[in-house]
């Protein structure tokens, strides 16, 4: 069955330090999604950044870039150079090729110090 | 940039009335998706919607819900005879196609407290 863990429920980071934000996943589709998304306290849901399981490059959006690391199962999000606004939560999120709905991990919130 | 919109953005009903959440998904989207999100816990697949049929619903998504698209526009989640347990966040989204690539964009979402 498909499966998403985030293993750290809460990090914190220093302003304009990078942080690594942990998901791994479970499943037997050889074609899928992932996906990251924020949560700031505001609760709205933003898409951030996506990898597809045949993709050879780690994908990268701005600060937010994806350590894909197939065999491991592992999607970690890496934010550089953290700003205030990007304490929020963060969700990982898998979408396989033959169902249409997002299995969400259970989020780790992110805490920006000044 | 166009978005996925909702309302309300928050309901409080006594338990045991009726619900209605409306969403109005992204014009070119075919895939609507309602999602929930008990304080504090992950966000839940409820129910996925296309060219007017229900194509997955998960355990949660029991006989009190039902969707609907009256219309072109809206998508809609009514909660029949809302539980204390039904107080959530309640999150549509929509994509433009339903394949492993292609991100669903949310809503704001509707906090949903019945008392």
């Known amino acids: 069955a498909q499966k998403i863990t985030q293993t750290q429920p809460g990090m914190f980071v220093q302003e304009k330090e990078a942080v690594t934000l942990d998901c791994t996943y479970d499943?037997?589709?050889?074609?899928?999604?992932l996906f990251w998304y924020k949560q700031p306290s505001s609760g709205e849901m933003i898409f951030l950044i996506y990898?597809?399981?045949?993709?050879?490059q780690n994908a990268t959006e701005g600060r937010y870039s994806l350590n894909f690391q197939k065999a491991r199962k592992s999607a970690n999000l890496v934010i550089s150079a953290s700003q205030l606004g990007d304490s929020a939560m963060y969700f990982c999120a898998m979408r396989e090729s033959q169902g249409g709905k997002l299995i969400f991990g259970q989020g780790t919130e992110l805490s920006v110090k000044p | 940039e166009p978005e996925v919109t909702q309302t309300p953005s928050h309901q409080v009903t006594q338990m045991g009335q009726e619900v209605i959440l409306r969403c109005v998904p992204i014009s070119n989207h075919l895939y609507f998706y309602w999602y929930r999100q008990i304080l504090g816990q992950k966000v839940e697949f409820l129910v996925s919607f296309y060219n007017n049929e229900i194509s997955e619903k998960s355990e949660i998504f029991d006989d009190q819900f039902s969707v609907e698209r009256p219309d072109g526009s809206n998508f809609t989640l009514k909660i029949r005879s809302t539980k204390l347990e039904d107080s959530a966040m309640y999150f549509c989204a929509s994509s433009a196609r339903q394949v492993s690539n292609q991100p669903q964009h949310f809503g704001d979402g509707t906090r949903l407290s019945i008392l």
């Open positions: 990898q597809g399981s045949y993709d050879q």
């Open positions: 499943t037997s589709d050889p074609s899928y999604g």
